[in-house]
């Protein structure tokens, strides 16, 4: 058998470590012959992630070892917000490729599961002009959950955009055929109307008979949407919109992974409509519907990338397991995201905490020749600040490796019969002397540097 017990990262498949850690209790006969040699990585690479691993009790005991050269010190940064990490990122990969460092596929950014910022990247990155492909996902605003409701929100700012009204007016299911929207369509067509112009007169359509009175109720309740887009701010409008349309109750009833993914990044989403009215607020200005979605619409159409192209990957560290890069990125290495509230407070915590580790080693083990790990004190997830302390993992690699200093923090005692709910509220908990409103400063940042492009694009035209 041939098997890294350091690198078992899919519990959650059915994967189980202690087929390797029990083989010779079944096999007492069999000869044990380490392969610690390692080919890839610098030495200083290899030491961080020893570190990081020895930490573990549930291993066998081995330590990886090169002849590649010591190599640079990781990168170790520590940001305010989760935009001005990301904007580093950025700018770092910009600097080595225009240097001739590296090209952009050289470069990866990891995150695991738990991480709210791959939109943060997407964005930074479109804005940056630097090619991007995201390995095992779609692009943000390409997923169905966000389409959806970026849908909801145009059509109650205006119902101009026909295929956006099309997409959602059996979101929920209403039991609107497609016989039913076609004779619609070809009344809107013979009048010179718009889609939901049509549908607002469905009782005039002779052709849909009895079929008129399902589509009442969604001409009512956009009608109702937009009367309440007066008085609301865009993410208590979309709050609403999720409220009562069910659209969250449904995929929670679910109940899968993917489900909860799609229950994430709605949560994202109401991050960036709070961080675009956080602007509006600061630089007093209105926040409107149509503001945000202009805003949106800056970012949302990316075109996609062939596989011939060059482009820096992002991608989870699950998805990374046997990869190697010249140059690393660990975004998101903070308490609460890696490892998770998940795994903090399960109760094999123990356990969990030791599957995640792995990830961190094999996060780690990915670069060849550079690392840069970094975090945020405080992030936006469903549209409040959250604040996070540096990840643990990040604590147990030798300081003398990182070229940053981790800013030492109290002890904090995690509970032991602790529910999920009252972990997130301990761990979003203010730090003792922090300010009770919170400085403005997530996403809002990314939302005002595209308003400064704007007005540079505006003079120059």
């Not at 943060?120 to 095992?136: A, D, L, N, Q, T």
């Not at 989403?269 to 509006?280: N, R």
């Not at 926040?287 to 060059?310: H, K, M, N, P, Y």
Request: proline share 3%; glycine share 6%; hydrophobic share 35%.
């Amino acid at each position: 058998m041939v098997g890294d017990d350091d690198q078992s990262i899919y519990k959650f498949r059915g994967a189980n470590i202690y087929n390797i850690l029990n083989f010779e209790k079944h096999f007492p006969n069999a000869r044990v012959i380490k392969l610690e040699q390692n080919y890839r990585s610098t030495q200083t690479i290899l030491d961080a992630a020893n570190g990081v691993i020895k930490n573990n009790e549930g291993r066998k005991e081995k330590a990886l070892w090169t002849e590649n050269g010591t190599g640079d010190k990781i990168d170790f940064e520590q940001f305010d917000t989760a935009y001005e990490e990301a904007d580093y990122i950025a700018k770092d990969i910009r600097k080595k490729v225009e240097a001739g460092d590296y090209q952009y596929k050289d470069c990866a950014i990891f995150v695991s599961y738990e991480c709210p910022v791959t939109s943060f990247f997407e964005e930074r990155f479109v804005i940056s002009g630097i090619p991007y492909k995201i390995v095992g996902g779609v692009n943000f605003y390409a997923r169905k959950e966000i389409k959806d409701l970026l849908c909801y929100l145009k059509t109650i700012d205006n119902a101009r955009d026909d295929l956006a009204v099309r997409r959602i007016i059996n979101v929920p299911k209403r039991g609107i055929g497609a016989t039913t929207l076609n004779r619609v369509q070809e009344y809107a067509d013979a009048h010179d109307i718009s889609f939901y112009n049509a549908l607002r007169g469905a009782e005039e359509i002779t052709t849909l008979g009895r079929a008129a009175s399902k589509i009442k109720p969604f001409v009512m309740f956009i009608q109702s949407m937009r009367s309440k887009a007066e008085i609301l701010g865009v993410s208590e409008l979309l709050r609403d919109i999720i409220e009562q349309t069910g659209y969250v109750t449904e995929l929670e009833a679910e109940d899968t992974e993917e489900a909860k993914a799609r229950i994430e990044n709605i949560d994202e989403l109401i991050s960036k409509a709070a961080a675009y009215e956080d602007v509006c607020e600061e630089n007093g200005e209105p926040a409107s519907l149509s503001g945000f979605l202009e805003e949106v619409a800056l970012v949302a159409d990316i075109d996609s990338l062939d596989e011939d192209q060059d482009y820096v990957i992002l991608m989870t560290l699950h998805s990374a397991k046997g990869l190697e890069f010249p140059q690393v990125y660990l975004a998101g290495m903070e308490d609460g995201l890696f490892p998770s509230y998940m795994s903090i407070v399960a109760d094999d915590a123990a356990a969990e905490l030791e599957e995640e580790r792995r990830l961190a080693y094999v996060g780690i083990t990915r670069a060849k020749q550079n690392l840069a790990i970094t975090c945020a004190k405080q992030r936006m997830v469903r549209g409040e600040t959250q604040y996070n302390k540096v990840s643990r993992f990040v604590k147990e690699i030798p300081r003398e490796l990182l070229s940053g200093a981790v800013r030492k923090e109290k002890e904090h005692k995690e509970p032991k019969a602790a529910t999920y709910q009252q972990a997130k509220q301990i761990f979003r908990a203010k730090p003792y002397g922090m300010p009770q409103k919170p400085e403005k400063s997530l996403e809002h940042r990314a939302i005002r540097h595209r308003s400064a492009i704007r007005k540079e694009t505006a003079s120059d035209t």
